[in-house]
Nanobody, 111 residues
Framework: QVRLVESGGGLVQPGGSLRLSCAAS????????MGWYRQASGKQRESVAT???????NYADAVKGRFTISRDNAKNTMYLQMNSLKPEDTAVYYC?????WGQGTQVTVSS
């Protein structure tokens, strides 16, 4: 059983930054690919970024160059640094590992 808890969402103006955190209830050092996903109102959940246990990363085209995913195995925490935020980034952001999901954190980009 893996419990994931996201934090760090909020309201930010276009062009601003936020850092999301995902704290795991187990050691993540041995977990393979973890990821951040988002679901905007009325849309399907989509992958934003993933990171393997070895640190290899993949990003959705919409966030390349603006978002950075990372993981701190010592803290059992995964991060998503989001810069140059746009209104279209507004969504509930979830961290996920296999069948396990967090409760989500709302990110709203608006002036």
């Amino acid at each position: 059983q893996v419990r994931l808890v996201e934090s760090g969402g909020g309201l930010v103006q276009p062009g601003g930054s936020l850092r999301l955190s995902c704290a795991a209830s187990v050691s993540i050092a041995s977990l393979n690919t973890m990821g951040w996903y988002r679901q905007a109102s009325g849309k399907q959940r989509e992958s934003v970024a993933t990171i393997s246990s070895g640190g290899s990363t993949n990003y959705a085209d919409a966030v390349k160059g603006r978002f950075t995913i990372s993981r701190d195995n010592a803290k059992n925490t995964m991060y998503l640094q989001m810069n140059s935020l746009k209104p279209e980034d507004t969504a509930v952001y979830y961290c996920g590992y296999r069948v396990y999901w967090g409760q989500g954190t709302q990110v709203t980009v608006s002036s």
